[in-house]
């Protein structure tokens, strides 16, 4: 199966609200996805997510800008004529097709020989562990076979990209995990370009070689999970992606390895990494495993919440005036600190994160 990039430049979609002024679904968006990339476009509901998708696949009309997949711009090209097939929320199936009928029809449309189609069919059902469905109506089978049944039909068509707006909310919260999981090995086996929408934050953590986080129309972040997570380069990245806790500061001190950011509860070592200069106005992202506590710790703090989570125990403290919230893992054999304790608080320079305020 083949693969192509997917480029997008300076596209944006304008259209009118109910008052006749002109609004920004999508604002200036440039992105280069490569060949056999999963790419995840993840964002709050609003953010222009599944609109940028649907102008990829065709199904909206682009205000400005330009959309290529490889080399060929395809912002004249049909939804029909474009190299990818979409994998809908609702599944789409034919409710009056057998499983076989549903995954055959794009096939019979491109008047495909009979041998040909059943060469596909049959290779795609094997992939996707199909077979013994194959006469079933769709309404015989649960929600994790209707999807792969939903995702078979669009393999089979053989697209260079894939597209997937929000495949997984319809199911429940076990049979998403296993199904992410399918989806992520699928795509690496078959080599594919995806492009995946969802607000699901865990969903593009978990199976993503590139995450877009959207906001308001427009991209606020590209980078791999990791640096999405480890090194937010905004507050709503940061406050997005996970948990985090917020202190605003100024830096006081810069040196080639470590920045020391002073803030109204403390001063803080930090790893040392990006522009930053003294008296730069900053915030300091502190994710919940950043921090460790004990009766020692040097920073005083009161809970104010202890609930035991089975893996973890989330702790709420007030700290010199301010709540916030971290994580003890494997708590079996640490002492739990219950609400109204005075704990110390050790912080991990290597986990605390510096943005510039904006």
């Known amino acids: 199966m083949s693969s192509k990039s997917v480029t997008l430049k300076k596209v944006t979609k304008t259209f009118e609200d109910d008052h006749g002024k002109q609004v920004h679904a999508v604002e200036d968006i440039d992105l280069v996805i490569k060949e056999g990339e999963f790419a995840t476009l993840l964002g709050p509901s609003g953010c222009g997510k599944t609109t940028t998708l ?3 696949a065709g199904f909206e009309d682009i205000s400005n800008g330009d959309i290529y997949f490889g080399n060929e711009n395809v912002n004249k090209i049909s939804p029909n004529k ?16 057998t499983v076989y009928e549903n995954v055959v029809y794009g096939l019979k449309i491109k008047k495909m020989s009979k041998e040909d189609m059943d060469k596909k069919v049959d290779a795609i ?4 562990n199909l077979n013994m469905h194959k006469e079933r109506m769709p309404n015989q089978l649960s929600g ?3 999807q792969r049944v939903a995702l078979a039909r ?18 429940d919260a076990k049979l998403r995990l296993t199904m992410r999981d399918e989806i992520r090995r699928l ?64 830096i006081i001190e810069v040196t080639l390895d470590e920045l020391v950011v002073q803030t109204s509860q403390a001063t803080f070592t930090v790893a040392s990494y990006g522009s930053f200069k003294k008296g730069d106005s900053v915030i300091l992202v502190v994710r919940p495993e950043a921090v460790s506590l004990n ?22 403290v007030n700290f010199k005036g301010q709540d916030f919230q971290f994580n003890v893992y494997n708590p079996m054999g640490e002492k739990v600190y219950q609400e109204g304790d005075t704990v110390g608080l050790v912080f991990n320079k290597n986990s605390l994160h510096v943005i510039k305020k904006s």
């Not at 059902?125 to 996707?128: E, H, L």
Request: charged residues 20%; negative net charge.
């Open 54 to 56: 649907r102008m990829i």
């Open 82 to 97: 474009r190299d990818c097939t979409m994998v809908f929320q609702s599944y789409a199936l034919f409710p009056h097709m």
């Open 125 to 128: 059902f094997d992939i996707m």
């Open 144 to 146: 994790g076979q209707q």
């Open 154 to 171: 669009a393999l089979v068509m053989e697209p260079s990209v894939l597209l997937f707006d929000e495949p997984l909310s319809n199911l």
């Open 187 to 250: 795509q690496q086996r078959v080599g594919i370009t995806a492009i995946y929408v969802t607000h699901d934050q865990s969903e593009a953590m978990s199976m993503s070689d590139k995450v877009i986080v959207m906001n308001k129309g427009k991209i606020e972040q590209i980078g791999t999970p990791q640096e999405i997570y480890q090194r937010p380069s905004t507050k709503f990245v940061a406050d997005f992606i996970g948990t985090a806790n917020f202190f605003e500061g100024e």
């Open 295 to 316: 009766e020692e710790g040097t920073y005083k703090a009161k809970v104010t919440k202890s609930v035991f989570m089975g893996q973890l125990q989330e702790y709420e």
